[in-house]
């Protein structure tokens, strides 16, 4: 969701500090919030009600990218046993 999006949907400006931890919540919160929902939190509770998500969501946003490397280690390492085995094969 863009910035521009936000401000729509809640009806007000919100500084870019604050919008940072909402589009990562928005992102990367387990409970998978809709735009709608993010948006009324934010107008019910402001940036405070984000907080306790936000430390959810770096969380699993810190998982996701030590996964995602994992996954790119892991890629590479069957590339070279794959290319490995070729080159025994011939």
Do not use: N
């Amino acid at each position: 969701m863009m910035k521009m999006e936000f401000e729509r949907l809640v009806g007000f400006e919100v500084s870019d500090e604050h919008y940072e931890i909402v589009e990562l919540v928005y992102e990367y919160h387990p409970r998978e919030f809709s735009k709608e929902d993010v948006a009324t939190l934010y107008r019910i509770g402001g940036i405070e009600a984000f907080e306790g998500l936000a430390k959810v969501a770096r969380k699993m946003k810190a998982l996701l990218d030590e996964r995602d490397d994992l996954e790119r280690k892991l890629k590479k390492i069957y590339k070279e046993i794959d290319d490995l085995c070729h080159s025994y094969s011939k």
